[in-house]
Antibody
Framework: QVQLVESGGGVVQPGRSLRLSCVASGFTFRNNGMHWVRQAPGKGLEWVADIWYDGSKEYYADSVKGRFTISRDNSKNTLYLQMTSLGAGDTAIYYC??????????????WGLGTLVTVSS | QSVLTQPPSASGTPGQRVIISCSGSSSNIGSNTVNWYQQLPGTAPKVLIYSNNQRPSGVPDRFSGSKSGTSASLAISGLQSEDEADYHCAAWDDSLTGYVFGTGTKVTVL
């Protein structure tokens, strides 16, 4: 069965950096694009970034562009999110999700349980 | 901020039908398929409807989706207590070159 397990969250001071990881299992990781989605406390979902199956293209939300970098290591079945210049607005649960592209549709069909990032002094 | 607009809340009694709307624009819903995600309290989202009206295996047929122009809707028929959750619509946005979510709707079973 498909499993996505995030890690790397925690409490970090404003302006500092943090790297999140998401280990995938139960499917051929190199065949699927992957996303990061976040959810601030009591708020809705916000898409953060996605990366193609081979890492050749990346897309970012305007709110994180230039500060966050998504990457992947297909040999390790692992997705990453490098976050820099963190601010209070980045406090959220960060989910990784698998992209399933069916030609005419695109859906985030499996999600991890999430990892909590708290930016606070 | 979200570019897809949903009502903040919806409610119904057990057995009733509830409809949640999702309003977008030509660059997202008007150009791409819509997905709906259900998020039960304290859990991660899970896909409920994909490609406007398709249900993944295991999702009851009480849930149905539709799309017309730049709007979409999710219908829950025969509302049950376990349907109490947050529901989020989503679609790819060609102008933003990114995936956009709706503002989210909290469904309460009275």
């Amino acid at each position: 069965q498909v499993q996505l397990v995030e890690s790397g969250g925690g409490v970090v001071q404003p302006g500092r950096s943090l790297r999140l990881s998401c280990v995938a299992s139960g499917f051929t990781f190199r065949n699927n694009g992957m996303h990061w989605v976040r959810q601030a406390p009591g708020k809705g979902l916000e898409w953060v970034a996605d990366i193609w199956y081979d890492g050749s293209k990346e897309y970012y939300a305007d709110s994180v562009k230039g500060r966050f970098t998504i990457s992947r290591d297909n040999s390790k079945n692992t997705l990453y999110l490098q976050m820099t210049s963190l601010g209070a607005g980045d406090t959220a649960i960060y989910y990784c999700a698998r992209d399933e592209w069916g030609g005419m549709y695109k859906v985030l069909d499996y999600w991890g349980l999430g990892t909590l990032v708290t930016v606070s002094s | 901020q979200s570019v897809l607009t949903q009502p903040p809340s919806a409610s119904g009694t057990p057995g009733q039908r509830v409809i949640i709307s999702c309003s977008g624009s030509s660059s997202n819903i008007g150009s791409n398929t819509v997905n709906w995600y259900q998020q039960l309290p304290g859990t991660a989202p899970k896909v409920l409807i994909y490609s406007n009206n398709q249900r993944p295996s295991g999702v009851p047929d009480r849930f149905s989706g539709s799309k017309s122009g730049t709007s979409a809707s999710l219908a829950i028929s025969g509302l049950q207590s376990e349907d109490e959750a947050d529901y989020h619509c989503a679609a790819w946005d060609d102008s933003l070159t990114g995936y956009v979510f709706g503002t989210g709707t909290k469904v309460t079973v009275l």
